[in-house]
C-alpha cells in the first residue's frame, strides 16, 4: 500500500469567463481499477464531465489499486486497510488517520461534494465534514440494503441504512439513484425535503453494440464452440450477493452448456473443478464486449442490488438477459425486454430449480441464430453516456451556485 499523498488543488482558469472553475470533490470506495459497478461508473462520468472547463475534480479514494490516469482529474488515494473484503468478501475499505485528515481538508476547500453511496467510512466523514462546512452535496445513491444470508450481516446493513444512509439522503441537497427500485425504496422509507432524480447509468455504445453475423461466428470459433453449444454469461464480482452458487448448480444440471464468468472475487469458480465453467479474468471494453457478443444469455441471479450496468451492456450488444423481478424493476422501461425468474437470497439450491426450468422452456432458442436487435436499439436509443453525463454536469453547477 502507498501513503496517501496531499495534493494542492490547483485553481484553474477558463478562456471563456476568466473564472476560477467549480472544485468538485468525488469520494468513493474504490477507485475504477477495482472493477466494481459504482466506482467504474463514478470513472466514466468523470471522464465525460471533465473537459468541461468550469469544473475542476479531485477523486479520493482507496490506495488498493492504481489511480485512473485523465488529464485534469486530481487523484488522492486514501492509506487503506481492507482486510474486510479479502476476508469475508465485504467491500468496506478503513481509510487511515492521516488520509482521513487530507479528506477532511479536501472537503473543506471545495465547492461541492460528489458521494457515490453512502455506507463507506470516508463517505460518511466527508458527508458530516461538508455538512459543517456547508458545503452542498450530491449523493449518487447505486443500491439498496443488501439482503446478506447471514443474519448478522443482514442485520447490521438495516440498522446502518436506518441509522445512516436515510438520514444523509435526507440531509443531502440533490440525491440521485440510478434505479427505479432503489428509488422507490428509499422514497418509501424517507422524508425528502427535496425532489428526487432518477438517473440510468450509461453505455459505452461505440463499444458495446451487436456483432455482425460474420463477427459473432469468428468470435465463437476463437472459443471452439461447438455449432449448437448454448453459451451462459455472467459478468461481475464473485461474491456470495452476485448468486455464484446458483451458476455453479446449474452448472451441474447443464454439462453440455459453456458457462463463461468474467470478474473477480472471493469465491474462485475453479475450485468447483467443473470441465464446463469457464473463468476470465481482466476483461474490460472491446475484450468484455466480445463476450457479451459471443455468448447467448447473461445470467444475473444476484439481489440486493439496484440495476448492474453489465445488464445494460449486454443489451447494448443485442444479447438477452434473465435476472430476478427486483433486479428487472431497477429499470421500469428495460422491464419488458428482460426475462425473470425469482431469486431466494437464502436457499440457492430452490433458486437453482427455478431457473433451471426457465431455461429448460427458454422463448429464444439457444443457442442465439443472431443478436436481438431490437435489445440493441432500446439500450442505444435510452443510456449515450454524453446526454446523462451532462444532467450530472448542470447539477453539480447549480448546487455549487446555491451556497
Known sequence: MTAAIERPVKKRITKAKNE???????????????????EL??????????????????????????TPLVEGLTTIPMRTCNVAEKALGLPWPVWGYKSLRV?????KNADVLWLHDTLYLGNILAFWTA???????????????IPYSNPLFRWIMHLADKLITSHMLR?????????????????????????????????????????????????????ALKAEQPVLLFVGRFVEKKGLDVIRRLATMFPEWRFWLAGSGKIDPDKWLLPNVHVLKNRKGQALAELYQAADLLLIPSYGEGFPLVIQEAMACGLPVLCSPATAQGN????????????????????????????????????????????AEFALTS?????????????????????
Open 171 to 223: 440531509l443531502a441537497d440533490e440525491v440521485i439513484f440510478i434505479s427505479d427500485r432503489v428509488a422507490e425504496d428509499y422514497y418509501r422509507r424517507v422524508n425528502f425535503t427535496r425532489p428526487i432524480k432518477v438517473i440510468p447509468n450509461g453505455v459505452d455504445i461505440r463499444v458495446f453494440h451487436p456483432p455482425i453475423a460474420e463477427n459473432r461466428r469468428f468470435l465463437r470459433q476463437q472459443f
Open 103 to 107: 479528506l477532511s481538508k479536501t472537503v
Open 131 to 145: 455538512r459543517r462546512a456547508k458545503k452542498p452535496i450530491m449523493i449518487a445513491q447505486h443500491i439498496a440494503p
Open 20 to 38: 476560477a472553475p467549480i472544485e468538485v470533490v468525488v469520494v468513493t470506495h474504490f477507485f475504477g481499477a477495482h472493477g466494481g459497478g459504482i
Open 332 to 375: 421500469i422501461m428495460a422491464m419488458p425486454h428482460l426475462h425473470i425468474a425469482d431469486v431466494f437470497p437464502d436457499n440457492s439450491e430452490r433458486t437453482a430449480a427455478v431457473w433451471f426450468e426457465k431455461l429448460k422452456v427458454f422463448p429464444s432458442p439457444l443457442p442465439l441464430k443472431k443478436p436481438q436487435d431490437a435489445l
Open 41 to 66: 461508473v463514478a470513472e466514466r462520468l468523470i471522464r465525460e464531465i471533465i473537459s468541461d472547463d468550469s469544473l475542476h475534480f479531485s477523486w479520493l479514494s482507496s490506495d488498493c489499486d492504481p
Open 383 to 403: 443510456w449515450d453516456w454524453p446526454p446523462i453525463a451532462r444532467i450530472y454536469a448542470n447539477s453539480l453547477k447549480k448546487l455549487a451556485k446555491s451556497k
